[in-house]
């Protein structure tokens, strides 16, 4: 048996690394997303996006919704309250996004909606506690005096 040039030029791909849109991943298994209808000409791409990753989209907000995808300024929606009153996760569409790309299942608080500057707090640094690495007790001395 004589391997084709072409089988040999796909022989360094390791099948676990190749993305299967046919087959549904069980990375969001469990979770059931709820879409903003501030986020209305994304869900066909998230719905398709969360269903790739095994996760479930509701029609309806009710009791089986895990995390609420929203983005914009539109907070006083009821379902938007709801979510608040119940401690739902309010995620970006980012978070689903990223969830895809890396093929893991994010940190949701790393993509919670921040309803100070209307953005993802992913993107607002000032919403985490930093370590200061620049400190002088601990980093060592280098100057030379």
């Not at 000409?41 to 895990?66: K, M």
């Not at 929606?77 to 608040?84: E, P």
């Not at 895809?100 to 993802?120: A, S, V």
């Not at 607002?124 to 400190?135: D, E």
């Amino acid at each position: 048996y004589n391997a084709s040039p072409q089988s040999e030029q796909f022989s360094h791909i390791i099948p676990s690394q190749v993305k299967q849109a046919s087959k549904p991943s069980q990375i969001l298994y469990g979770v059931t997303l709820f879409l903003s209808n501030s986020i209305v000409l994304q869900h066909p791409q998230l719905t398709e996006c969360a269903y790739r990753l095994g996760a479930n989209i509701s029609r309806s907000f009710n009791d089986r919704v895990t995390h609420f995808i929203h983005e914009g300024r539109e907070e006083g929606t009821k379902d938007f309250k709801t979510a608040q009153i119940k401690g739902i996760p309010i995620v970006s569409p980012k978070w689903l996004k990223s969830c895809d790309e890396n093929l893991l299942r994010e940190p949701e608080h790393l993509f919670l909606y921040n309803t100070e500057n209307y953005t993802p707090s992913k993107l607002q640094s000032s919403n985490y506690k930093t370590i200061s690495t620049s400190s002088d007790s601990t980093l060592p001395n280098t100057n030379s005096n």
